[in-house]
């Protein structure tokens, strides 16, 4: 079974702070997604990385960065986290190929709240 | 660009009754479709997918979905559920073909009652 893991369930943050969200996929995945989830928009894209080293923008990239220095790993970061920043992280996998067709294999979810 | 629309907000029902959780989308080209659950304090897992062929599509768990092109739709059936239905499901949208990111609906979150 692929596994995907997030590295807090819980995270409570202030204002202005740094925040490190670290992703670590098992199956040797090309592909690795960051979304984030908040009740009534459904799931909206940050970024996706399809190789190490290389990142594009989602949807909604502003005050959010990333870095996949190795293949099983996928990292978002808050520069300087704000409180609308408050939300459900979910990071997500695909083997590659064709990645349209792809099923996305998702980790448990960040819950980050920023005070 | 695609969009998906999913009608129902909170679809509750009682165990063992049918369900059907609906989904519109929208877009000028050809596309796949999927269904995703979440179940409470979980991340998202594959319920099924539409990519091609016949349009009624079986999933984990006796979900069933059916590819509507001339309504654009791909509504989400089971015949009776159960407690451990009770989730939240996403419809989700790309473009056929090439690397094309997953367009999510807002999410339905069906709640079976005994």
């Known amino acids: 079974d692929v596994k995907v893991t997030q590295s807090s369930r819980y995270l409570v943050k202030r204002t202005g702070e740094k925040v490190f969200l670290e992703c670590v996929q098992d199956m040797d995945h090309e592909n690795m997604f960051w979304y984030r989830q908040d009740p009534g928009l459904g799931l909206r894209l940050i970024y996706f990385?399809?190789?190490?080293?290389?990142?594009e923008k989602g949807d909604i990239p502003e005050g959010y960065s990333v870095s996949r220095e190795k293949k099983e790993r996928f990292s978002l970061i808050l520069e300087s986290a704000s409180t609308n920043q408050t939300s459900m992280y979910l990071c997500a996998s695909t083997q590659g190929g064709t990645p349209s067709t792809d099923t996305q294999y998702f980790g448990p979810g960040t819950r980050l709240t920023v005070l | 660009a695609q969009s998906v629309t999913q009608l129902d907000s909170q679809v509750p029902v009682f165990e063992e009754a049918p369900v059907e959780l609906r989904c519109n989308y929208s877009?000028?080209?050809?596309?796949?479709l999927f269904w995703y659950v979440q179940y409470p304090n979980q991340g998202l897992q594959l319920l099924l997918k539409?990519?091609?062929?016949?349009?009624l599509v079986k999933g984990i768990n006796g979900f069933e979905a059916e590819f509507n092109k001339s309504q654009t739709s791909f509504h989400l059936r089971k015949p009776s559920v159960h407690i451990s239905d009770t989730a939240e499901y996403f419809c989700?949208?790309?473009?056929?073909?090439?690397?094309?990111?997953?367009?999510f609906g807002a999410g339905t979150r069906l709640a079976v009652h005994p």
């Open positions: 539409y990519l091609s062929g016949s349009t």
């Open positions: 990385s399809y190789d190490v080293k290389m990142k």
């Open positions: 877009s000028s080209v050809s596309v796949y």
């Open positions: 989700a949208v790309t473009r056929s073909g090439g690397y094309n990111k997953l367009i």
